[in-house]
């Protein structure tokens, strides 16, 4: 849908682990042909050193592989480490995807591509996991149609999508389950 929408997709992205799993289930969809192929910029200096610790030290035992290795070879993927790389997706025009940092919007290089971005109806903007309260990709996720990003007013034109699938949160009772899988517990507990 973003492609035929006719713009790149935008993935706010969280840098440790969702920016790796989401990359190799975007280039396993394109690989099958349920996706189209094209450009895929990963444009987090941390999400560019947490992958290559996962693909350092990735490797799972049970397999004997390492599940990140296709991030290594992927000739339609770009680590953009530098800001003015960052800066020269504006350039760009028509399909490719954006992940960037931070995961809710409130930080990072992701606020200067919504600031670019956010007012074009060919956009997508895809939202992968849990949004707080008060946060900017809540906000977009909620449907306004006006947000503020540093001090400034921007409209909402283009297509907000979500999906928590890749949420990587326990709820309350995943929290109680793991504590209690540790009892006895002596002294305090305190979640943050």
């Not at 713009?7 to 840098?15: D, E, K, N, S």
């Not at 947490?50 to 339609?76: I, K, M």
Request: contains cysteine; charged residues 25%; positive net charge.
């Amino acid at each position: 849908q973003a492609h035929a929408a006719g713009g790149p997709l935008v993935m706010p992205t969280f840098a440790v682990g969702r920016a790796q799993e989401l990359l190799l289930d975007i280039l396993a969809v394109m690989e099958a042909g349920d996706a189209p192929k094209g450009e895929i910029f990963l444009d987090s200096p941390l999400a560019i050193e947490a992958t290559d610790v996962f693909l350092e030290r990735g490797w799972n035992r049970d397999s004997g592989a390492n599940p990140f290795t296709p991030l290594r070879h992927a000739p339609n993927l770009h680590y953009l480490m530098k800001p003015a790389e960052s800066d020269s997706l504006e350039k760009l025009k028509d399909w490719h995807i954006i992940m960037a940092g931070s995961g809710m919007c409130d930080a990072g290089r992701i606020r200067g591509h919504l600031k670019r971005l956010l007012w074009r109806r060919e956009v997508t903007v895809l939202i992968t996991g849990y949004q707080a309260v008060g946060t900017l990709g809540r906000l977009l996720v909620e449907g306004k149609t006006q947000v503020r990003i540093q001090g400034e007013d921007y409209r909402v034109k283009a297509r907000i999508r979500s999906m928590d699938v890749y949420s990587a949160h326990a709820d309350a009772l995943g929290l109680v389950r793991w504590a209690q899988a540790r009892r006895p517990v002596s002294g305090q507990v305190f979640i943050v």
